[in-house]
């Protein structure tokens, strides 16, 4: 059973930034899909940005420019920069790690923009 602890929400004004943590409880990095996920009140989860188990990156149109998603191998840890933020940003954000079978879900952290 893999564990994955999400960090670094809060509140911050429209334009500003912030850092999600992702730390998985063991080494899962190697062929597995890392990515971060976002759920906003009465809407469906979404895909923010991942790392495919290809090793490609892949971002949601409406944050391009804006976030950035990095990992830290000896940490076994996954990061999502955001910068810019708008409050449409607001939202529930989730990491993931899944591959083949296997689909492990974080408890999420609140990312609330204010405008």
């Known amino acids: 059973q893999v564990q994955l602890v999400e960090s670094g929400g809060g509140l911050v004004q429209a334009g500003g930034s912030l850092r999600l943590s992702c730390a998985a409880s063991k080494t899962i990095f190697s062929n597995y899909a890392m990515g971060w996920y976002r759920q906003a009140p009465i809407k469906q989860r979404e895909l923010v940005a991942q790392?495919?188990?290809?090793?490609?990156?892949a971002y949601a149109d409406f944050v391009k420019g804006r976030f950035t998603i990095s990992r830290d191998n000896a940490k076994n840890t996954v990061y999502l920069q955001m910068n810019s933020l708008k409050p449409e940003d607001t939202a529930v954000y989730y990491c993931r790690a899944s591959y083949g079978r296997y689909d492990y879900w974080g408890q999420g952290t609140q990312v609330t923009v204010s405008s």
């Open positions: 790392f495919t188990s290809g090793g490609n990156i």
